[in-house]
């Protein structure tokens, strides 16, 4: 493999623009932006309703990008790190796979740059102070029933989930119940990867909301004095990391919120950077394109300050299986209503049946071939036009119930909305802190259309249920939730632990 | 300063051997041992009773190996890295002070190499992996009463001190009572910090006790299939890091055991190749000699292959103020006991009285002058003699009933040992699982001599009360816990957090 | 007053049917039952849906009462005991009120003859069993998170609604979740209601189903061995109270399931001995005619072994403001679906304004005048026929899902019945554990005919939502559980207790 | 057997003084007291340190008096009432043994008369206010982390002995630790045994202390509004109970209280109006003379006004051969330093080697013959002398310390008193908080004189150690804790429970 300065040096970046980590590995320092985002070629990648497995966004993503390169031209792909949890867990890593891979993948799927453990601990040097306040006396008043901010952890640990704190008398904290979710669920995650440039993260941080006074005013991180603490353990974090492909292509892999609790894509410094510093940028975002190229453009590209140039919709035949060809549509669909233009990619595995998908496709094979399996798909982008004029489903001076609606109806197929009580009188709060102008980021399953998971397909004729709404001051969002979402994964009964190995030589075997 | 590789390079040291981190900071490959330990002089620094406020025994150490390289020594100081607790909590920084401190300060104080979120995460996992087991079934037949080993946090947090987990139902996990102590305290740092290689790691790992069945017999960690995976976790965290004083001079700063509850000194694998790569090697243990000397030589050194040419003794006027010129005398009384020479290093600071010392002793100014001011203690370190025939407190074959009883009267000097009825049913049980030939690793305060920290100076007429002891199979520990001991610090009324802050510019200030 | 063996022996009752305590009060003897039932006439006392502070049902029964041994006949009235959490919370005693009310109340409304306690004392030694029998080794193989037995107390306490028992390690039984609720929901209280005799109280707690094993199969209170313990706690609790009304009328004032979670109406053997020695017998029974006389007809008459002659349906003007007089004219029909007689007892209180009920009906005034107030009412009761034919909402040989859909259109007015996957699964078990023909006791608002409690009046177009379904096999009830139902009621803000007192002479005041 | 109403007679009481609980049993009302306490003859009994099964305390007191009454006299013996933990538990029923037994013994066993669910219903109604008050945003500023006052229960509950309530969100309560007592150990229990009259009661009621607030300061049950209802729910059970022996003699029995953590005798009530009725009143306290005859004499005696006439000192082979007659010897001496005159009774059971003690006693037979069997002993008490003119063992204006102090050297034998820091200070804080001259009421193990139960006989050279120290305000009790005191008993691994039994007659069997 080329060493990493040599990566960085075909983006034109020299070795004092790096924070190596070994040979293969570094973080990227920020530069001074300018109010201009860059003019480079952004691709969105995303796809279909998923199936259990995944259908390949990330390898896509990674092989379509060899193939730009390979086409001659300055490619960079940007996706998300890795989280732990599932390393060790069911789900295995996040680098990609067969050809199309990222190098070095064990460091990736492991600490890589330690990003994961800075989220970790700024998050719960928050939660530290918010019950080392409630310790000295409590003096915001804080209601210990309604604190919604939590604990995390970067590991799938169910027994975490629910638990009670604070017990053991006078000098050991004041009991409350509590929960850890994963690290990639924390709202510092969310904070990280929105975050344009230092003063931005610290003032994030300071407005992240740790729940509620007993009047039922809302209290921010910056009433604890916590904020510049976070700030200085994440300042390394929010340095974008430099890896490659196995074939040697720039990859920016940098923060990793989740697409159904979360805005699901990597960090707006390292799009940044890529845009100005290469001529195509291809970026992954999560899940299916109801969740994360609905959260791309009408968060993260807002954020970011321009919109793609295209959609490359991945499908798979066994999404097809289990969703049926009306899935597709329904999101090629809802990216034109976004104004977007599309490119499915038919991301072919052994042992598929003949291509008979009754749809204009592009086959890709980046598994088998790496960058030579999606020349195809990397000639029809280079082909496509300026960056799109993209409709947002909503527009933030909208009341957050339209907002919803917006989503609800123009995204999902829903009829409408049905808010539990609790639901409609947290909305109404949300409104009332001054929070009625922020984001709408639903947190939803991914394996439907709809906030029903047993319903595949394309749904219709049906509400979009909303059981309860929460604030997420730092990241701007307010978040609907619809159904049971899961903020903290489970270890199955063989998780893959049990294979994981380290050599006698210092080898890790078995991710 | 100069680059890490030319740090590196005067311990004959090249690229190959480095894995770094940015320009200041590397790992060091482990190289393939032979069995003797290096041949370089190695000096123990240690200390009197100390004042709440420590007495400087990092400074002196750094300071000292200043000394040493400006007298043309190729002089290397192993130190123990800082834990982020008490970076944010009340005790700030372990990085030394004035112009005696490691370089880069800010980054070896937050994360480091990551070398304590590895240690976070291989503990966790394995936590996680005992709560999945019970939830599947437990088929290992575990009392969920009498689960031994918690989880882990880099954090301040008293709330986590005494908490409830598994709550929620059956896809929850299991109801137990649980506990989150401090990374520095976890069991795997201890075993990080001893382990030669990594297949010796891995050993170990598997070999920590999380429990007993229902029977009453201890299960571990290789139970659970999980030690492999802790292991690679742990990888990297295994090569000793390397950094510098801010005078140049190469320092080894590895691994965090606290030295009241763990051994408290920095890796076997750090000493072991400073001894091959450097002419004198000086290296901190932590607290007072009868804990951080006692374990130096009774623990570290039989895990090393060798013992130290001699000790240091710091002391301050502060400490001398509390404790009284007895304790100080106490102190070299048991290193004679043990057979090693000592020197007397009274650390000056502003304001300190005239110097009327009734002892033989060395001032040393290194807060103000840095290596300039331990000269006169680095000449004497120089002329000391050959590595010490020293006889330890306890042979490893006595009963350990007999090891506790040398520590309580050979060391500490009580006049005997109490112990509840839990504790004597506690120890016979370490015996029959087969651990009568384990290290005894006291855990005691380090306030006092004996195991009440109201009782400064030089006790007499008491006996060492043993409340319960427990097993720490992967480090080969007995733990007789001596008085209540703190395994997870909280936060003060006004902690550090409130004055550390990031610049705009990316600027980390106030730690 | 009279004595209470004057009142007794108006019902053909001598002293050695008796176990007095005091002057006042007085246990009845169980008599050797024969098969029948006895003859005389039955009269239900239901009501319309109640508004918050409840119809009267209670006075309107003593009064009705009253004006029937007014005129001559040997009546009895049939009531529930009071519990003594609403005594002190915020809905006070449950002794009728004005001129209509029971005697000796304070003693009635407080511990009475330590009915509730002895209740109390015999559920809560079964949950002990249960812990002592985790903490033993649980033979059982019980798994601790789906045990379903909880523990219960008579008070208004919502802190203990959610808590974690078996703390403090392993002499202190085993960590789980736990609930109390208020005795009057006591799964024994059911079975103390509905049991015949002696033997047939022993069988039925016997199978009370503490909750499931690991293999999923229901654990009784047999297999505990403490069946015998309970019944012996039980032993007078089964004997029906006698007291009077303030008119010097024989009343039974036995056992107290609610209505809204359990079958809501006195004991079986209190009135099969009214039934044996009185000439009409006036029973009440919970909330409104959808819950109260449903379960009357459906469960308690068919253990009774035989139906009332007519109901007397409770209206208010206060609830006609509130349902609307088709909510009145619901009741009405569902009681004559039946096939019960019905007639309409309008409960006047002061400042109503003048009777233009559009139905036909009695008015009554027995808060006012007592006996005198319901002279009208008492001779159509007279004038009624013999006992009725009565069709049950559903056979007990019909499919659990069967006899629920029968209840929730046939009874409430619902277009069907919606499960969620939970409760669809949990109806499947308790069919499969052999519970397929117990009696479906529906736990459901009493604040509408609908499952919500917002939905006054007469709701359509609505669909019974089964949130989840609870086996009492004591009791002999498959559960479905509608909605939120409260079984641990809250203090309020100014509780009752803050009135009632003690005077220096031992006077109680306030209830 | 005689009806209630005869054996009343026999005192002097006519059926107005009686409210009676069928034939058998009766509560006596309170009698305008005057305040000289009545000029009967007062005998206690008190015992050597006991062995495990008890020394049959309750069994001799029970033997004299109707040996007493055989020769005569009009003689009543004062008992503590059972409670139903130990019942179901291991240790059984409390209403003597043999030929020397209370009747009715079943009812007395379970329910009696209720008082001890009286108990526990004020109790925890005390304790659901105060959590009603913390819920409703608790304007005490009480600290959740220092209230003192828990819930009772009257079962042997091992699980509900560490426990967290007020889980599940806001509308739930506030999320604390608690705990159960066994209803004989509520501090209501003691008040209700202390107090001298309706209005003493609920003045003592008011006075019971919750916990601290965050300032430190006490907060009293007075504060809630509460002690009104609680005195309401105990009207009743503050009337003494009478029963008899089966051999017709009157027996009082009235309130519990342990003697290892209260003051270990019946109540002030129940022996004031023996006092007056009677001749000869025959009152056990429990356990050794060390606690029972100390509280007796120092707390019991002070509330009623005056001291007794001797004691009966009780032993047995089995006691004398697990503590040697050193240990009877020393019960002797303290009560000789008391100045209480004071014969032996030796308990003769079945099996015992011939009588060679070498001291002066009278052997009795009781449990074999009745009160045949103690008529040497019954002579003798006859013809004991006036009231003693008892020194107490300190006096109530001396300071806490020195009247621990006092018992510890003059009543256990001790060297000295030894304090954790922790109870040095709640001992400081009584004195702050107006407690200075509260009883001494030690909680200390009965199985020594020491506080280690592990030392049997008459043990030397110790010092009383106390860990803690609490306060009873409602009891006027300063309690020091010398070690494990269990304040909620365990079941054993076959509780008595399942041998007890219910017939289908009604008939119990098996207590």
Redesign the interface.
């Known amino acids: 493999m080329r060493s990493i300065q040599q990566v960085a040096s075909e983006l034109g970046l020299g070795p004092r623009d790096l ?4 040979d293969q590995m570094a973080k990227l320092r ?1 530069p001074a932006w300018g109010d201009e985002p860059g003019s480079a070629r952004l691709v969105l990648v995303t796809a279909m309703s998923p199936s259990p497995a995944g259908e390949g966004k990330t390898t896509v993503a990674i092989g379509l990008t060899d193939a730009l390169r390979r086409m001659g031209a300055r490619a960079v792909v940007a996706l998300r790190e890795p989280s ?1 949890g599932p390393v ?1 867990g069911k789900k295995g890593g996040g680098t990609g796979g067969g050809r199309a891979q990222l190098w070095p993948a064990e460091r990736i799927n ?2 890589f740059t ?1 990003d994961l ?2 989220v ?2 700024a998050h ?2 928050l ?3 918010l ?2 306040h ?4 409590n003096a915001l008043d804080l ?4 604190l919604t901010f939590r604990r995390v ?26 929960r850890f979710d994963i690290t990639a669920a924390s709202e510092v995650m969310a904070v990280l990867a929105l975050s344009r ?3 931005d ?2 003032k994030r941080l300071g407005r992240i909301i740790v729940g509620l006074d ?1 009047s039922g005013r809302p209290v921010t991180a910056s009433s604890l ?2 904020e ?2 976070m ?6 974090a ?1 340095m974008p990391n430099l890896a490659q492909t196995i074939e040697g292509t720039p990859a920016l892999v940098h923060c990793g919120p989740f697409a159904n609790i979360a805005h699901g894509t990597s960090s707006v410094v390292a799009t940044r950077l890529a845009l100005q510093q290469a001529e195509v940028v291809v970026q992954e975002a999560g899940f299916g394109a109801e969740l994360g190229a609905e959260k791309f453009l009408d968060i993260f590209c807002r954020e970011l300050g321009r919109f793609p140039n295209l959609a490359v919709v991945v499908a798979t035949r066994r999404a097809l299986t289990l969703h049926g060809l009306d899935n597709l549509k329904a999101h090629l669909e809802l990216l034109e209503r976004f104004g977007l233009p599309t490119l499915v990619a038919l991301n072919e595995m052994e042992g598929d049946p003949p291509d008979e998908l009754d749809l204009p496709h592009v086959p890709v094979r980046v598994y088998q071939e790496g960058g030579e399996g999606a020349l195809a798909l990397a000639r029809q982008v280079l082909e496509s036009g300026p960056p799109a004029a993209v409709r947002p489903a909503y527009e933030l001076n909208a009341s957050l119930v339209d907002k919803i609606s917006s989503l609800a109806t123009g995204v999902y197929g829903a009829d409408g909305v049905e808010y539990t009580p609790r639901a409609r009188t947290q909305l109404e709060e949300c409104a009332s802190f001054g929070y009625g102008g922020a984001y709408v980021c639903v947190a939803k399953t991914q394996s439907s259309l709809s906030d029903d998971p047993r319903r595949p397909g394309r749904p219709r004729g049906f509400k979009l249920g909303v059981r309860s709404v929460y604030l997420l001051g730092g990241a701007g969002f307010v978040v609907p939730l619809c159904g049971e979402i899961m903020t903290m994964p ?2 199955g ?1 063989h ?4 294979e ?7 080898v ?4």
Do not use: C, W
């Not at 924070?19 to 070994?22: L, V």
């Not at 409630?134 to 006396?137: D, E, K, S």
């Not at 209601?143 to 309604?146: A, L, Q």
């Not at 998780?495 to 049990?498: A, L, V």
């Open positions: 924070f190596t980590y070994g920020l732990m060790f492991l600490h330690g453990h800075a970790t601990s719960n040097l939660a530290a102070a019950d080392n409630l310790h000295f006396g209601d210990v029933r309604r952890m970067d590991q799938n640990d169910r027994a975490l989930r629910q638990i009670v704190v604070g017990l053991g008398g006078r000098h050991q904290g004041i009991p409350r119940e509590d440039d230092y003063a993260l610290k007993r004095e916590v510049g603490a700030a200085a353990l994440l300042s390394d929010l489970g270890l009964k998780p893959n632990y049990e994981i190995d380290l050599s006698p030589d210092g890790v075997t078995g991710i």
